[in-house]
């Protein structure tokens, strides 16, 4: 019996123990989640940064278009980098920042003018 009245006890403070750790481990897998996030989005911005340099250089380019551009691309740059920053140190990042900057990168990609 006394065996039995033990085991509540013993099952309570395993799953004390445990608990942390299964928390920690959530907690770190958000972390990488969010640091493959920022990954891909400095990847996306330097594809789209580029279509917007080139669109830039081209003789037919809508002035209007490249005035505008040019702030949109800085924006979310600037949103971006500290972000790709902390998540090569193993900062923690923000899921609003990272959300943030990807909404700034989409504002700056639907200025570009749609390839043929």
Same mark, same amino acid.
């Given at each position: 019996m006394k065996l039995s009245f033990l #085991? %509540? =006890?013993a099952v309570a403070l395993t799953a004390a123990l445990l608990l942390p750790l299964a928390l920690t481990a959530c907690g770190a897998n958000q972390?990488?989640?969010r640091q493959q996030s920022v990954y891909g989005l400095s990847l996306s911005y330097a594809a789209a940064a580029q279509l917007a340099a080139d669109y830039e250089k081209n003789p037919a380019a809508d002035p209007a278009v490249v005035a505008k551009l040019k702030p949109a691309f800085q924006k979310a740059h600037d949103q971006i #980098? %500290?972000?790709d920053e902390a @998540? #090569? =140190?193993g900062d923690p990042l923000g899921e609003a920042a990272v959300e943030a900057a990807q909404d @700034?990168?989409?504002a700056a990609r639907t200025l570009l003018p749609a390839s043929n």
């Open positions: #085991r %509540p =006890k972390t990488v989640q #980098r %500290p972000l @998540a #090569r =140190k @700034a990168l989409d």
